[in-house]
């Protein structure tokens, strides 16, 4: 059976892909994103994840490999990670109460038979009314709300009660790893569970 590597640095994905106890390795891509169109979320994302899976995978002979990137989308524009803490805030506050989109291409490649599937997973998020104290406690408690595209921690700290409801995969919105969909490719791409 081919060994299952992430491309990914992220400590989120590598957490929820262990859950599923299946034994794999994880490697960073180190690909520069700058480079990838920035327009269409699910083009970014499937885009994205090629280049990363395409980046490790020239490096192993007998492996699976899967590269993930994940985007958010509101109001016709793809939601960066925030440069500062004020632009977290405006971020936010735009959010609150509102519905945004939550991408995540999937892009898996078998490299012994070269044999690959991608898949874009999307999740609606939506917001709870927040209050601004709301908000700067949030950013006042959690020093990485810069690492998160949609400005803020969906598990973790006071911003885990900021959404009101998901529609579609909770993991995906949760971490940008959506298992099930892995679970469900990884027989198609020739791993048998």
Known sequence: MPKIILATTSPYR????????????AEGSNLDESQAERNNPEELVKTLSKLKTDSVAKNHLDAIVIGLDSVGFFEGKILEKPKSKEEAFQRLRSLSGKKYDFYTGVYMVNTSTQKSITRVVKTEVFMRKLSDSEINRYLDQDPNYN???????????????????????????????????????????????
């Open 14 to 25: 590598k957490e929820v892909f262990g859950y599923l106890g299946i034994p794999f390795e």
């Open 147 to 193: 690492k998160y595209a949609h400005g803020y921690d969906i598990k973790n700290y006071a911003s885990s009660t900021f959404p009101a409801k998901l529609v579609g995969s909770y993991t995906n919105a949760l971490m940008g790893i959506p298992v099930e969909v892995i679970i469900e490719m990884l027989p198609e791409i020739g791993y048998k569970l």
